[in-house]
């Protein structure tokens, strides 16, 4: 069992990109992973299953999770799906492409180091204008970061991967 749904995600978004390595001692002998007594085809095995559970979300909540969790073309593909998503949500007026998908990026914790700085230039705005866009677009992911994760838990914690918690929107956590 994991911490928690963060715990059981990152594993298994990170463990994909990880190779099996096919070794007699690391089949029968040894406990490779080190982690909770399992082998690494185990891990993998276990990793499997929580990406197949994520398969099974609907659209959008499983591409703002390979956004937020994967990495190289799942998080590229995540990323693109939900900043054409966000830009949906925004009033009517000038929408850059290239603007929404750094803001995504920089949500989920793996952007440019730009700043709010690049998105003012992708935009051709004023500073504030780009933070009154970006502060819209963060309170969008917000919601969705908030029902990917609720979903995540309802379903993690149905098959025992993850204690059975509440999310509690009124104060943002689970317990």
């Known amino acids: 069992m994991f911490r928690s749904v963060d715990h059981a995600l990152r594993f298994a978004f990170e463990l994909e990109h990880i190779p099996i390595i096919a070794q007699v001692d690391t089949m029968v002998n040894t406990k490779a992973g080190g982690w909770r007594g399992l082998t690494t085809h185990d891990l993998h095995a276990q990793a499997a299953l929580i990406r197949r559970r994520v398969d099974t979300f609907p659209a959008l909540e499983r591409d703002y999770l390979k956004a937020y969790f994967g990495y190289a073309v799942d998080r590229h593909q995540g990323v693109l799906a939900i900043a054409q ?26 952007g440019s180091v730009g700043g709010i700085e690049e998105i ?31 979903l995540a838990v309802r379903e993690f914690s149905a098959v025992g ?14 317990g």
């Open 85 to 110: 998503w966000t830009i949906l949500q925004q009033p009517t007026g000038v929408h850059r492409r290239r603007a929404y998908i750094r803001m995504v990026e920089q949500f989920c914790g793996r």
């Open 120 to 150: 003012r230039c992708i935009l051709k705005c004023r500073k504030s204008d780009a933070l009154a866009k970006r502060k819209g677009v963060w309170s969008c992911l917000d919601r969705l970061h908030e029902r990917a994760i609720t």
């Open 161 to 174: 991967l993850v204690p059975a918690f509440e999310f509690d929107a009124a104060r943002g956590i689970l």
